[in-house]
């Protein structure tokens, strides 16, 4: 379903946005331009998008009156989480007819089914919160992610989102059972089943999963706990070369199994970065290296076994000549200080000026040669620019984003996005890729479906978006 732009110019009518206003109350309708500018530009400040009101509904039944007066006065919605997103899909556009409608609210924690191991959030809690509700209950809540402490559960199922502990646990529909959804018409599907088996048809809470708010507005899921690791080892380590630590790898998974839940690489530009703007943070070793991992191991028993396969996993590699040093975390704080490590990655680009982004995906043998391929590229490109590629190696997912020259100009840098973007994924493409891993499409990527996906699957998805929204009012001009 294209997007026409003349209906996001048709702003709802004062009787419409009255209406509208009435369902939340007026203290949860913003209206004056300060109270609204939080909500109408993502945080790269990529996308600054324009609304008549922002509206914060309290529950379900408030989203479903909402939906149901936006379908029948055609008002365009962009439903809206902790807005972290990082490819425009939470943002409304600049004409300013869009209504939001922020989630935030809907923050309650409705049931923890110990037994079953599930417990059933609403789509406004704070992915820090359910971890922590998770914890407290004696189980763990494995996706994480740098935002967690202000992305919201809904948002991250939204877009499908991915993090550190893929490898293990996979992305969040793997941790998902039911959903609640708020459909386009303002009726509410309520899939909130905690059932590990159910064939009974089509599974329709992965068509939402992923599906960016263009179909239905999740407003709860019931969620799969996991056991908590009764230990944990902690390793970081240095390499001279992208094939070493793809090596280092395939060593870890075969040694470890199961039990590697995090593999993690972060370029030598990367450690300058944080430990430049991040006070606290320290280098691991005394001499800097090219290319650093950071491994993690987990147990289900507390008996120092965790640590002894780490370390004979570091023995093993040392002796193959793989790695070139390495250290593994004595201590929780000392863990914890290898992780910032990582974790700062994003928040420090910003201080180095532009930075052009890319969540790509590529198969994981491919990795070291899409890098070495992709750094030739863009700095051919871009003369003097600073590729900064980390991510998830585990399952392929590679953050590759590009800082400006040092000293150079930002908007002229940034002017080069498009075709810098084009460079890279060619090169994904070529390798059996994807242009977007864990962020979704969005505004930002909307345009490239076109490369990876087919006739076929796009006129499918067309059809789906036409059923389940057929006045096109759900976050229109994203994804399709």
């Known amino acids: 379903m294209e997007y026409d732009m003349d209906d996001a110019d048709q702003k709802p009518s004062q009787e419409t946005l009255e209406k509208f206003i009435e369902i939340v109350g007026s203290a949860n309708a913003f209206l004056k331009p300060s109270d609204k500018a939080p909500y109408l530009v993502e945080m790269r400040d990529l996308y600054k998008g324009q609304s008549p009101v922002i509206l914060r509904p309290a529950n379900t039944d408030q989203v479903s009156k909402i939906l149901a007066l936006a379908d029948a006065t055609r008002t365009p919605i962009v439903p809206q989480g902790g807005n972290t997103g990082l490819v425009g899909g939470q943002i409304p556009f600049e004409t300013g007819g869009e209504v939001v409608v922020n989630l935030s609210r809907l923050n309650r924690i409705r049931h923890m089914d110990p037994q079953g191991k599930t417990m059933t959030v609403e789509a406004g809690v704070i992915l820090a919160n359910v971890q922590e509700a998770a914890d407290e209950a004696g189980f763990l809540f494995p996706l994480s992610l740098a935002s967690e402490g202000s992305c919201q559960i809904g948002g991250n199922l939204a877009t499908n989102a991915g993090g550190v502990a893929v490898l293990a646990y996979g992305n969040a529909r793997n941790l998902v059972l039911g959903l609640e959804v708020v459909l386009a018409d303002g009726r509410v599907w309520n899939g909130l089943r905690a059932l590990r088996k159910d064939n009974t048809g089509y599974d329709l809470k992965n068509l939402f999963i992923g599906s960016e708010g263009t179909l239905g507005i999740i407003t709860a899921?019931?969620?799969?706990?996991?056991?908590?690791?009764?230990?944990?080892?902690?390793?970081?380590?240095?390499?001279?070369?992208?094939?070493?630590?793809?090596?280092?790898?395939?060593?870890?998974?075969?040694?470890?199994?199961?039990?590697?839940?995090?593999?993690?690489?972060?370029?030598?530009?990367?450690?300058?970065?944080?430990?430049?703007?991040?006070?606290?943070?320290?280098?691991?070793?005394?001499?800097?290296?090219?290319?650093?991992?950071?491994?993690?191991?987990?147990?289900?028993?507390?008996?120092?076994?965790?640590?002894?396969?780490?370390?004979?996993?570091?023995?093993?590699?040392?002796?193959?000549?793989?790695?070139?040093?390495?250290?593994?975390?004595?201590?929780?704080?000392?863990?914890?200080?290898?992780?910032?490590?990582?974790?700062?990655?994003?928040?420090?680009?910003?201080?180095?000026?532009?930075?052009?982004?890319?969540?790509?995906?590529?198969?994981?043998?491919?990795?070291?040669?899409?890098?070495?391929?992709?750094?030739?590229?863009?700095?051919?490109?871009?003369?003097?620019?600073?590729?900064?590629?980390?991510?998830?190696?585990g399952d392929g997912n590679v953050h590759y984003n590009v800082s400006q020259p040092s000293g150079g100009d930002k908007a002229e840098f940034l002017s080069q996005w498009v075709p810098v973007n084009e460079i890279v994924h060619d090169i994904v493409l070529e390798l059996g890729g994807s242009i977007s891993a864990e962020h979704g499409i969005g505004r930002l990527k909307r345009d490239l479906l076109s490369q990876i996906k087919s006739d076929v699957e796009l006129d499918l998805m067309r059809k789906i978006k036409r059923n389940f929204d057929p006045n096109g009012i759900l976050n229109p001009g994203k994804v399709l």
């Not at 060593?251 to 990367?270: H, K, S």
């Not at 289900?300 to 975390?329: C, M, P, S, W, Y």
């Not at 982004?357 to 030739?376: C, G, L, M, S, T």
């Open 221 to 393: 899921a019931t969620l799969q706990l996991h056991a908590k690791p009764a230990e944990r080892s902690t390793a970081f380590l240095a390499f001279d070369t992208l094939d070493e630590i793809a090596d280092m790898f395939s060593l870890a998974l075969a040694a470890a199994g199961v039990q590697l839940t995090a593999f993690e690489i972060i370029p030598r530009i990367g450690i300058d970065y944080v430990l430049k703007h991040v006070d606290g943070t320290r280098d691991p070793f005394a001499a800097p290296y090219s290319w650093y991992a950071l491994l993690e191991l987990s147990g289900t028993r507390a008996d120092g076994g965790t640590e002894a396969l780490n370390e004979a996993i570091l023995e093993d590699a040392f002796e193959k000549q793989i790695v070139k040093d390495a250290v593994i975390a004595a201590t929780l704080s000392q863990a914890q200080d290898f992780w910032r490590l990582r974790e700062e990655l994003s928040d420090v680009q910003k201080l180095e000026g532009g930075s052009i982004k890319h969540d790509v995906a590529v198969p994981v043998a491919n990795i070291p040669e899409f890098i070495r391929r992709a750094d030739d590229a863009v700095t051919a490109f871009v003369p003097g620019c600073r590729p900064v590629p980390f991510g998830h190696f």
